[in-house]
């Protein structure tokens, strides 16, 4: 069975500190992962996406994330945060069908 | 392309009502997604299509919940008779295929409110 576990519900930052959010996945087969984001009151847009070819997968808005087989995550980090990444970020895993993480909420302080 | 097209972008309705969500697909995308989306439970997925066809339903919640899609342009939602307890966001997605390599396009969703 496919799934996702999105370690943290919220973690909150310092703008201009690094963000990491933490996936853990669980797949049968060799997965497709991705991350989207969601900001208030919107839809849900792509950052990422793995498809089993580089491990380090690099995404919009200076995002990036590193598929680690051995360690079954796909944590999506930022360098530098910036108040315009408060947002929820979905871990998902794709089968058929996309099942999504619970998600993190992320905050941005000044 | 204007990507996935939701309409309405907010529906409030009373209990009882039947409502009914619209989606159009971006063009040559051969499958099509519903999603709810709640605090409680997260984004579910409600059902999916390929090439019209209704492929897993399994997410529905109740016979209250029904999809269409009468051809590879527009796809609708209803509920009938609708509750408070379905008060959701509700997304439409569509891709060319599931998995692999594509990444699904979602629409803006339709916020539901039943009173």
């Known amino acids: 069975a496919q799934s996702v576990t999105q370690l943290d519900s919220h973690v909150s930052v310092s703008e201009g500190t690094p963000v990491l959010l933490r996936c853990n996945y669980s797949s049968s087969y060799s997965p497709s992962l991705f991350w989207y984001v969601q900001h208030p009151n919107k839809g849900l847009q792509l950052l990422l996406k793995?498809?089993?070819?580089?491990?380090l997968v690099k995404g919009i808005n200076g995002f990036e994330a590193e598929f680690k087989k051995s360690e079954t995550s796909f944590h999506l980090t930022k360098p530098s945060a910036h108040m315009s990444d408060a947002a929820e970020y979905f871990c998902?895993?794709?089968?058929?069908?996309?099942?999504f993480g619970a998600g993190t909420r992320l905050a941005v302080h000044p | 392309d204007a990507g996935v097209i939701q309409s309405p972008r907010h529906e409030v309705t009373e209990m009882g009502q039947e409502v009914t969500l619209r989606c159009k697909p971006i063009s040559g995308h051969d499958y099509l997604f519903w999603y709810r989306q709640t605090m409680m439970r997260g984004l579910e997925l409600l059902i999916y299509?390929?090439?019209?066809?209704?492929?897993?339903d399994s997410g529905m919640p109740e016979d209250r919940f029904s999809a269409k899609m009468p051809n590879a342009s527009f796809s609708t939602l209803k509920i009938q008779p609708s509750e408070p307890r379905d008060s959701a966001v509700y997304f439409c997605a569509s891709s060319f295929k599931p998995g692999d390599n594509y990444g699904y396009t979602f629409g803006s969703g339709t916020r539901l409110t039943v009173v």
């Open positions: 998902v895993v794709s089968y058929n069908k996309l099942i």
């Open positions: 299509f390929n090439n019209n066809v209704p492929i897993d």
């Open positions: 793995y498809t089993s070819a580089a491990t």
